[in-house]
T-cell receptor, first 117, second 119 residues
Framework: DGGITQSPKYLFRKEGQNVTLSCEQN?????MYWYRQDPGQGLRLIYY???????QKGDIAEGYSVSREKKESFPLTVTSAQKNPTAFYLC????????????????FGPGTRLTVT | AQTVTQSQPEMSVQEAETVTLSCTYD???????LFWYKQPPSRQMILVIR??????QNATENRFSVNFQKAAKSFSLKISDSQLGDAAMYFC????????????????FGQGTILTVHP
């Protein structure tokens, strides 16, 4: 089945450790995104990538890093520099319409709940 | 910068009744897309409906419809014949339709509205 997978579903880390969240899609989508969701709040964009080997900072990129070496994969690393890393992290992807370059709506993975103590 | 506001933190509805969720947004752009996403307790974000700003006709998807008022920058979601499975957090989201630019493709979300459906 086509879709977006995020692993693991729950992740626990000690403060001061870096941790990498996985996001894989087999939809052949061009663009991929990482969002953070805190309790009672909407989603905020961390990083996004429109094509392989290129990515852009979102609204809250500090303390995070990403890579886009393959079209289907967009891992997010939460570094020790992130002050409040405990949150729910959602990955999304969308396809680019090649004739116009317009990106369509985003489809989301199931998310990873990260708890840092 | 664009902003999206959902002024109703919580709403409730009786099963089979109709409920309307409100959303307003602020933008200086004329071409954009608006979305409603549903997030059930599983926390999976599910696209409910989308509206292109250049289209005057309101989008509909089965029991879900929107009231898009471009001049007022309002985008409400109406759920008809509410079902228990509609209970979820609902998010309104904005995306620019302008090609290029560093924020292209980015979704800006509202704070969400928790919908409770009573049997």
């Amino acid at each position: 089945d086509g879709g977006i997978t995020q692993s693991p579903k729950y992740l626990f880390r000690k403060e001061g450790q870096n941790v990498t969240l996985s996001c894989e899609q087999n939809l052949n989508h061009d663009a991929m995104y990482w969002y953070r969701q805190d309790p009672g709040q909407g989603l905020r964009l961390i990083y996004y990538s429109q094509i392989v080997n290129d990515f852009q900072k979102g609204d809250i990129a500090e303390g995070y890093s990403v890579s886009r070496e393959k079209k289907e994969s967009f891992p997010l690393t939460v570094t020790s520099a992130q002050k409040n890393p405990t949150a729910f992290y959602l990955c999304a992807s969308s396809i680019r319409k090649t004739r116009t370059g317009l990106l369509t709506e985003q489809y989301f993975g199931p998310g990873t709940r990260l708890t840092v103590t | 910068a664009q902003t999206v506001t959902q002024s109703q933190p919580e709403m409730s509805v009786q099963e089979a009744e109709t409920v309307t969720l409100s959303c307003t947004y602020d933008t200086s752009e004329s071409d954009y897309y608006l979305f409603w996403y549903k997030q059930p307790p599983s926390r999976q974000m599910i696209l409910v409906i989308r509206q292109e700003a250049y289209k005057q006709q309101n989008a509909t998807e089965n029991r879900f419809s929107v009231n898009f008022q471009k001049a007022a920058k309002s985008f409400s979601l109406k759920i008809s014949d509410s079902q228990l499975g509609d209970a979820a957090m609902y998010f309104c989201a904005y995306r620019s339709a302008r090609a290029g630019g560093t924020s292209y493709g980015k979704l800006t979300f509202g704070q969400g509205t928790i919908l409770t459906v009573h049997p």
